[in-house]
Every structure is written in structure tokens, then in C-alpha cells.
């Protein structure tokens, strides 16, 4: 199985594509993030997201995109144009006709650092530790998307063995 995650952002948007499954090492196949300009316009920006995930989608060919769902900050703003972020992700997505799932914040560091609430650093060391790599991915925005990817791999497979039952 190859899963997409994605840290959502308008300024800096996280990918990592890691492919494993039942029985199998997951191993990290690429990651990375994709930037845009603080100056465009939110449209613009959306847009720019779009077309650059639907050729991640394209190149890398995903079974899964996994996606972080919103944590509800102190600011307003913020959290609704996340929202945005996340629409146009999950609608590349679903164009690509793939399989979406989606994990709150807390679970995928419970997932990965084995706390709620562990701390940016913590997720990157334990990225590192669980795909076996020298150093945690750089930077922090594609290891919180390897993360993502990783929680949909380690968490599948419990779904699918309560949907069995």
C-alpha cells in the first residue's frame, strides 16, 4: 500500500508518500513540502496547492492520500482558511479517485510518539526511528506528513478488522 500523507498549509504544505503494509518494514519513498507566496492572493494560492497535488498524485501514483484534520487554534482566521487548504486537498483527491482517510492532530502523534501531545520534534525522531532513516525528514512540515502517512499504515489494518467483525 502506498500512502500520500499531507500536513495541510497555505504558506507550507507537507507530503510523504511511505509504502508498507501488513507484515512489510514501511519504508519512506519521498517527501517534501510545497511553498507559496505570502503575498498571492488566498485564490491563488489554493490554486497553486492544487495543481501542485495533483501532480504529486500523478508522479507518485498514492493508494491512499491521508490528510490531517484541523486542530481548532486560538485564531479564528487561521483555522478557516486551513479549511480551505484542506478542501482543495481533499478534492484532488477525490478527482484522483483515490481512497482519503483523515486523522486529528492528537491521533497521529498518539500513533507515532505514543502522547497526544507530543512536540514537533518528537514526531521527527520517531518518524526517524520507525522507517529507519539516519535523520528525521526536513523539515518539519514533511515529517509531520510522513507521520500522517504512517498513522493511515499502522491504523488500516485495526479498521479494517472492526469492519470484519
Not at 500523478?58 to 484541523?70: N, Q
Not at 482519503?100 to 507530543?118: D, F, H, N, Q, W
Amino acid at each position: 500500500m502506498k500512502v500520500l500523507g499531507i500536513d495541510p498549509g497555505t504558506a507550507v504544505l507537507g507530503y510523504g508518500l511511505v509504502e508498507g503494509g501488513r507484515g512489510t518494514q514501511a519504508r519512506l519513498v519521498e517527501c517534501g513540502v510545497v511553498r507559496t507566496t505570502a503575498r498571492s492572493a488566498l485564490a491563488s494560492r489554493l490554486h497553486l496547492i492544487h495543481q501542485e497535488l495533483a501532480g504529486l498524485i500523478e508522479r507518485l501514483s498514492p493508494d491512499v492520500l491521508a490528510v490531517e484534520g484541523i486542530f481548532y487554534g486560538k485564531n479564528v482566521r487561521t483555522t478557516i482558511t486551513l479549511g480551505h487548504a484542506r478542501g482543495v486537498i481533499l478534492l484532488a483527491g477525490q478527482e484522483a479517485g483515490l481512497v482519503i482517510a483523515e486523522y486529528a492532530p492528537r491521533l497521529v502523534k498518539s500513533t507515532v510518539v505514543g502522547r497526544g501531545g507530543a512536540a514537533k520534534p518528537q514526531v521527527g525522531y520517531m518518524v526517524a526511528q520507525l522507517l529507519r532513516l539516519k535523520s528525521a525528514p526536513k523539515p518539519a512540515d514533511a515529517a509531520d506528513a510522513v507521520a500522517i502517512a504512517l498513522t493511515h499504515i499502522l491504523r488500516a489494518p485495526i479498521a479494517e478488522l472492526r469492519r470484519a467483525r
